[in-house]
Every structure is written in C-alpha cells, then in structure tokens.
T-cell receptor, first 115, second 117 residues
C-alpha cells in the first residue's frame, strides 16, 4: 500500500523567511511519481511539480525548490523569501505507473505567511 | 486554455435529498477523476474514467453514489440519498492519456462544497 506523510500540520513564518515543507512517502513500487499541489483558499488544487523515481536531481523554479532523496523516501519543498501569496495548504502526493492513476495524498500542511 | 470547470461551487441540502455535481474537463483530456476531500484531509479518489469507461470505481460507495461520463467529455456525480457524513468537497480532475504513457499530471477544478443538514 502507498502512503504519504506530511507531519507538519501547520506552519507560520514571517514574510521573507525561508520555509521547508516535509513529505515522506512509502511505496513498494520501483517506479513511481511524486507531486506537490497548492490549495489556496479558493479551493482549487494547483499543480506545482511532478518528479519520477528515477530522477533524483533537485529542481528549482523561482523561489521554489524541491529536494528528492530516495534513501530517506522524502520529497521536501522549500520556499525561499516567502510572500503572503504563498499562504495556502500544500499537499504532497504519490502515484505509481503501470496504469494506476490514483494519487495518494498526504494530509497537507497549512502554511501561513505573516506580513 | 480553460481549466477544469465544476458546478455548482456550493450546495446545501437536507439529508435524504439527492444531489448532483457536474464537471467539464480540460479540452482533449481523456481521463477524468472524481475525488472526495474531507475537512483537514487530502483528496481521496472515488472514480476514474478513461473516456466513457469507469476503470477504477473501487472506492465509490455504490449504494448511494453513481457517476456517468456518457460522451467521454463531461461527467456527473450523483448522491442519492445524501447523508450527513457526505458533507465534504468534491473535486474533479482531468489528465491527458492517463495510463498509456505512464502517469500524467492531474489538473483539478475548484470543487463543489457540499453541506448536508
């Protein structure tokens, strides 16, 4: 069975601080995909990134960066120089390949950026 | 490009009443998903369609929930009769060539927030 754990339920930081959201996953599949989604108060899940299990290269997109470590089954997300607009609930998700398109989500981390 | 469209955005009904949610996926996306999101939780898959075919409905409570995607485009999710515990957000998502070329990214709509009184 697949499982995603986001141990941080809520995080609050002051604007311009850096913040890291943790994600730990469990799967028996050798091929799998990891995702991060952002859910602002409007409710829509916004896709941020997808990473497959064979690509452990870290990725940076503007103020966002992701650290994928298979050795610790983690896929952490860092926001640098946080802004108020970053306030949202962030979900980490896992899916296997081979036709099973089900996304297994964590319980989410509510991030609040204090101006 | 228009995103996934859902309606209504909010619905309040009394228990035992029927309710239906509608979803129009991103143009060209052949795979459509319905997820249930309870308060403080991540979404959980209810049903997945490849074109008109429901290829994974193992998590759909079939005694009261039903879904259809008759022409392989838009979809309707129905609950009859609704129970208090059905209060949640119902999310629709779509993806391109799901399962054929591996896992493809799912794009979500804004959801329908259901309140059952």
């Amino acid at each position: 069975a697949q499982k995603v754990t986001q141990a941080q339920t809520e995080i609050s930081v002051v604007e311009k601080e850096d913040v890291t959201l943790d994600c730990v996953y469990e799967t028996r599949d050798t091929t799998y995909y990891l995702f991060w989604y952002k859910q602002p108060p409007s409710g829509e899940l916004v896709f941020l990134i997808r990473r497959n299990s064979f690509d452990e290269q870290n990725e940076i997109s503007g103020r966002y960066s992701w650290n994928f470590q298979k050795s610790t089954s983690s896929f952490n997300f860092t926001i640098t120089a946080s802004q108020v607009v970053d306030s949202a609930v962030y979900f980490c998700a896992l899916s296997s390949s081979g036709g099973n398109e089900k996304l297994t989500f964590g319980t989410g981390t509510r991030l609040t950026i204090i101006p | 490009e228009a995103g996934v469209v859902q309606s209504p955005r909010y619905k309040i009904i009394e228990k035992k009443q029927p309710v239906a949610f509608w979803c129009n996926p991103i143009s060209g996306h052949n795979t459509l998903y319905w997820y249930l999101q309870n308060l403080g939780q991540g979404p959980e898959l209810l049903i997945r369609y490849e074109n008109e075919e429901a290829v994974d409905d193992s998590q759909l409570p079939k005694d009261r929930f039903s879904a259809e995607r008759l022409k392989g485009v838009d979809s309707t999710l129905k609950i009859q009769p609704a129970e208090l515990g059905d209060s949640a957000v119902y999310l629709c998502a779509s993806s391109l060539e799901g399962g054929v070329a591996g896992v493809d990214t799912q794009y979500f709509g804004p959801g329908t927030r259901l309140t059952v009184l």
